[in-house]
């Protein structure tokens, strides 16, 4: 199983200025890998990465671009993965545009990076890097200080080293052997979880979880310092005599004050997501530490941000990675995990005498059916999916013991993205998406476990 654990790191002002320096590589041979691409593409070629980069051994040490001011070529300075690996990125980029269009998806072709504006990042290669206690050993600058040890035993597959606001970071991915993956559970519940806007996740106990909502807290904040930071970009364009949009190709000037606004800006944003994560982190391994199975519904994460008034609040929850989380959390813990396909009524069925309940307008927090049940619209939907869950566990109960086997096989998209990229073992969730789910007509797609 292939995890990754992102570390701080406490670097000194001389690797943190190698960092910087490193990541200015990256983005720099990736403009000009996807420069050369478009221009081969426009000649009728059909450029690869291979290619591309062996064009690029050819002139890296040589052209004048990539001299210094006393023309010394200063990729020498660079650990070569630097300026290897974005060669490799920009190929998948590619892949996966087409793909994409190929099945009708919205597709955007691979970009230009514009310092300032994109991820500062560089990879290294496994065989590269090394462990020593509390410090990494990384080429070309040596030991750098981590802020805990690394905590996952096996085989490190890649690193990736990127900037989050004022601090520099390094994600180890690891190949994890099965056993050592696995994680003992303490318990052996059945849930049903219903995320919602006004309470993070409602538990079929009755339950609700509210999310810290972070960025809800530091909106104010937000405000004054992205305020602050537009008024010095206002008088930046002023001192040039610039009125309306910035021309092409116009750097301004960037003063000290706007310097430090803007870093106050990413710090906040960095908070922000950190409360987030936290948060999500803590229920998404309680639920699976807890829990047997555990039942949520798939929803339609896109479809909802693109309502305006809702969008915020269920950005600010983490939906999709509450989901991403569960999947290889689940496969840690064995924990069967159900989704609901998203046209389940979880909210409009009785949970006491399975009535549906057709009207149930999304204001309505609480409903009495027929029956006579009074229903919190949260947790009768929390107890909806529990029997979800219940039901998918005795069916796999019911399977032999090699079906247990060939369904972990094919279960959640375990095959992580090949190649170099790290930060995130993210599970491909677009190919889930309707994978199936829609033609298999009972309201469970794939368990997963
Ligand atoms: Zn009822």
Redesign the pocket.
Known sequence: MLLSHRIRLEATSEQRDYFARAAGTARKVWNWALAEWQRQTALGQRPDAMKLKKQFNGIKYAHPDWLDAESKPWLRTIHRDAHAQPFAHLQRAWRRYVEQRQAGKKAYPPTFKLKGRCRDSFYIANDKIRFEGKCAVLPKIGEVLLAEVLRLPGKIMGACVSREADHWYLAVQVKLPEQLARLQRQGDGVVGVDLGVSAAAVLSSGEKIAAPRPLRASQRRLRIRSRRHARKLKAAKAGAGITGAIPKGVRLPVSRNRKKDARALARLHAHIMHVRTDFIHKLTTRLCRENQAVAIEDLNVSGMLANHRLARAIADVGFYEIRRQLQYKAQRYNTLLVLADRWYPSSKL?S??G?HYIGLKLGERNWI???G?RHDRDVNAAVNLQRLATGALVARMALPEASHAAMYGTAAGAVPAAGGKVTPVRYEHGQQDGSGQEENGAHLCAPFR
């Open positions: 009785c006491t005498c009535a059916c027929a029956c049940a």
